[in-house]
């Protein structure tokens, strides 16, 4: 059995408030024990979205009642909601600034780069900024990064000229990071027939999965790559399949299993699993350490990943019949045994929020 910290996912949609029916806070945190990941950061594009202190006791009460796992609550920057300097105490209760600069699922997005300055400006500067903005978004986020001489997080990069702009900002000095979710890592566009089984909904995912040749310059520039975040975005199969279809992909249970098989083939050491899944999310987001805590993996399970065997309530996964070897098998959380071999042990509301 290999023995590995608990695992930190910076980007996970946990759908409550307001769609409960995809996912809530208790089958979310769940499926994120069963994928050996011990604390999440949730996302805000939630309805009502979080972005003030109203939303955020409203998404903080509905997390202490339900989380099995440790979490922290993320606001949403919005046209209004500014003056972030005039309230410094609200950055602190929160897991960080999102930023929503492309179109994707809910009601976020700014496109006024007078309102990302604002931002920019007045949240502190120790606290974490991280946007979801591609290719030329992209640039122009880490221009601001570089104006106000602050940190930023670029959540989910997916193509080739995006990872070869933040190693080259990195090398200036510019304080730019960057996540990379299993998806863009193990599938690419020549996948979305597969994963659609006739039904183009399911292939649908914001960053759109990219070229063959965008995966490899992903997996060749590794180095540049600060964290594996999964983008956890369950939305359910009769969405999925219906008229419309909402972006995104449930990827908490299969993160682990994916990046473990990755190992298995020499495609990447344990070491570049925990650098970018405990410990540079953790200095990144400043996370304090979860005592006690750890997970129980049996690095030679072989099997197939089915949705079928899953806690997340949305009920299906792109990686359906995949062959993986690496199986979570105890999780244990600040000194207690939270879940084994598919079952959770911690009661509902035992996770706790790091920034309280
Ligand atoms: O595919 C996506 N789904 N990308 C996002 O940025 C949002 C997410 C969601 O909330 O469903
Ligand atoms: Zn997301």
């Given at each position: ?17 307001g ?12 499926a994120?024990?069963a ?38 609550q ?32 809910g009601?976020l ?13 007045t ?19 880490i ?9 930023v997080?670029?959540?989910h990069?997916?193509?080739?000229e ?44 914001r ?17 540049v ?12 199969l009769a ?43 953790r ?7 979860q005592?006690e ?6 690095e ?42 598919g ?14």
């Amino acid at each position: 059995m290999l023995k590995l910290p608990g695992l930190i996912d910076p980007h996970v949609h946990m759908r409550e408030p307001g769609a409960a029916h995809k996912e809530d806070w208790n089958t979310g945190t769940s499926a994120a024990l069963a994928g050996g990941v011990t604390l999440v950061l949730a996302m805000p594009n939630t309805r009502p979205p979080i972005f003030d202190p109203t939303t955020l006791d409203l998404a903080l009460a509905v997390a202490k009642q339900k989380a099995c796992c440790d979490y922290a609550q993320f606001l949403g920057a919005g046209a209004d909601n500014t003056a972030w300097n005039a309230h410094p105490e609200i950055p602190a209760r929160a897991a960080g600034l999102k930023m929503y600069l492309d179109q994707t699922f809910g009601e976020l997005r700014l496109d006024s780069m007078t309102i990302w300055q604002k931002h920019f400006k007045t949240w502190p500067k120790h606290l974490p900024i991280v946007t979801h903005s591609e290719s030329r978004s992209m640039a122009a986020v880490i221009l601001m990064a570089a104006i106000y001489d602050r940190p930023v997080h670029i959540a989910h990069i997916s193509l080739k000229e995006e990872v070869l702009v933040i190693k080259a900002a990195k090398e200036r000095g510019i304080k730019v990071t960057c996540e990379v979710c299993p998806h863009h890592l193990f599938l690419s566009k020549d996948d979305i027939p597969a994963i659609s089984q006739g039904h183009p909904g399911r292939g649908e995912v914001r960053p759109r999965l990219a070229t063959k040749e965008d995966v490899d310059a992903l997996w060749a520039n590794l180095d540049v790559i600060d964290c594996f975040a999964t983008d956890h975005a369950p939305h359910t199969l009769a969405e999925k399949d219906g008229d419309n279809p909402p972006p995104g992909f449930p990827g908490l249970e299969t993160a682990l299993p994916l990046l473990l098989t990755a190992v298995s083939e020499g495609r990447l050491t344990i070491n570049d699993v925990l650098s970018r899944m405990v410990t540079n999310p953790r200095r990144i987001f400043n996370l304090p350490e979860q005592p006690e805590t750890w997970v129980e993996v049996d690095e030679d399970a072989a099997y197939e990943i089915r949705a079928a065997d899953m806690h997340s309530r949305c009920g299906w996964t792109p990686f359906e019949g995949w062959q993986v070897k690496g199986r979570v098998r105890n999780v244990v959380l600040r000194g207690q045994k939270a879940y084994r071999d598919g079952k959770i042990l911690v009661e509902v509301g035992y996770g706790k929020n790091v920034r309280e």
